[in-house]
């Protein structure tokens, strides 16, 4: 078992029953408190945690790190890059620090006053500087739904789908941290029985709901990963909302795929929760049937039973969830993933974040996108507020949430909240 994992541990850190940040969770984040530069932090409870305090007042010391200015870094990239061994024993030492029975901590008020925020009190910021991205087209009920709309649905999956994880290198730069407002963004369309394309705002403003994993290791040009060995390069996930503009896509996805569609804006959930903290939720993932090709093939439990909600939020009006779906339902997974990226010999970093592109489940409330909830507009969702919905529509916030969860422990990522706020005028 993994220390901070311990199902019985209790923090002296106060924790609601439905919290996602338990003590056997402790995500690595960035936090800002105002007039400060940000900081490497965890969470337990509603309470951030600088650990810059926490290493200047000698709770690593016992660890040895080799560098402790990486808790004061305004990215986890330098944290990330100490290697697993090193930020795993970090963990282990939080589940300590915090652990109900250390009363020489729980009585710190150097501590609790130097290193305690409220989580409403801070911002948090993007937690790690992405230098390459990644999106994947992972599940197989999403690429099923999305061929049949759009071409036979007898054949709505293309030839090489059941072979290798297709995905395309996407925008690094307009990934943001939740909060992030993000405005329509605007591009060339093809109206309907018209010869040549227009210009303007996008009018299929979409969500496409995903998780995203970090990578805390890297390769050299040349090399390659193996299934067994990729999740030692894997240092975490993130929620991530693929925010797309459908009828930009349709236009220009031929023959390169997706462009201006999915590059206006990706926002992110600010803590990274470790693969570790997952390892009680391994479950077999769906049956890969061909057989996939040698260097694909993995043995364990590869995938994660992770639920995910996805809601809209109308302004001045509540919230409707609109889908609930779940991470297991991918058919291929993060091992394959990472694997097939490296194969050719692409060298990976520390830092780089791969989509796992739109997790679908098997039923309609399961589908990850308003393309499927609505299948192309001609379902409208209803809203609480009475109002319908084919696509987002100007001031709505898309809010995602997600978390594991058994009879002992509840693991979360919180929420990643994005405004829509109308296209610039030019």
């Given amino acids: 078992m993994i220390k901070a994992n311990d199902p019985n541990r209790k923090s002296w850190i106060d924790v609601s029953k439905d919290s996602d940040f338990p003590i056997q969770n402790i995500p690595f984040g960035i936090y800002k408190k105002e007039g400060a530069q940000g900081a490497v932090a965890t969470r337990i409870g509603d309470t951030v945690i600088d650990l810059s305090v926490l290493s200047r ?3 690593f010391d016992h660890l040895n790190l080799e560098d402790t200015s990486v808790f004061e870094k305004c990215r986890l990239n330098d944290f990330i890059g100490l290697g697993k061994k090193q930020t795993n024993a970090v963990r282990d030492a939080l589940a300590d620090i915090f652990d109900s029975a250390n009363t020489k901590a729980a009585s710190d008020s150097d501590l609790k006053g130097q290193a305690f925020y409220k989580a409403d009190d801070v911002e948090m910021l993007m937690p790690v500087e992405v230098g390459d ?4 087209y992972s599940s197989k009920e999403h690429a099923t739904n999305v061929g049949t709309m759009f071409r036979d649905p007898d054949n709505a999956l293309l030839p090489n789908w059941k072979h290798i994880p297709v ?7 307009s990934i943001v941290v939740s909060g992030t407002p993000i405005h329509r963004p605007k591009g060339q369309t093809l109206p309907k029985d018209a010869n040549k394309p227009v210009f303007g705002p996008t009018k299929l403003l979409d969500f496409e709901l995903e998780m995203a994993f970090v990578t805390g290791k890297q390769t050299r040009l040349g090399d390659s990963i193996r299934t067994a060995e990729a999740e030692e390069y894997i240092f975490g996930l993130v929620l991530f909302n693929d925010l797309s503009a459908r009828d930009i896509q349709k236009w220009e996805y ?3 795929g997706p462009f201006l569609a999915k590059s206006f804006g990706s926002p992110i959930s600010p803590w990274v929760v470790t693969l570790e903290a997952f390892e009680p939720f391994r479950v077999e993932g769906p049956k890969q049937e061909p057989e996939v090709l040698p260097y694909l093939k993995f043995d364990g439990k590869k995938s994660y039973d992770i639920d995910l909600e996805v809601a809209i939020q109308p302004e001045k009006a509540e919230a409707t969830t609109v889908c609930n779906s779940n991470f297991k339902y991918m058919y291929w997974n993060m091992s394959q993933q990472l ?18 592109g739109t997790i679908s489940g098997p039923d309609k409330g399961s589908f990850g996108s308003m393309l499927e909830l609505t ?3 001609q379902n409208p969702v209803k809203m609480a507020d009475g109002t319908e919905r084919k696509f987002i529509h100007d001031h709505d916030t898309i809010i995602m949430r997600g978390h594991s969860k058994n009879a002992n422990t509840r693991i ?3 929420e990643v909240k994005t405004k829509i706020l109308p296209a610039k005028e030019d």
């Avoid at 991205?133 to 994947?136: K, N, R, S």
């Avoid at 995905?167 to 730069?173: D, E």
Wanted: aromatic share 18%; with cysteine; net charge neutral.
């Fill in 254 to 256: 031929v023959p390169l």
């Fill in 375 to 377: 299948w192309r507009g």
């Fill in 167 to 173: 995905g395309y290198h996407g925008r690094s730069s």
């Fill in 412 to 414: 979360g990522f919180g």
């Fill in 57 to 59: 007042l000698g709770y």
């Fill in 339 to 356: 694997t097939h990226q490296s194969v050719n010999g692409c060298n990976i970093n520390v830092g780089d974040m791969y989509a796992s």
């Fill in 133 to 136: 991205y990644t999106d994947f």
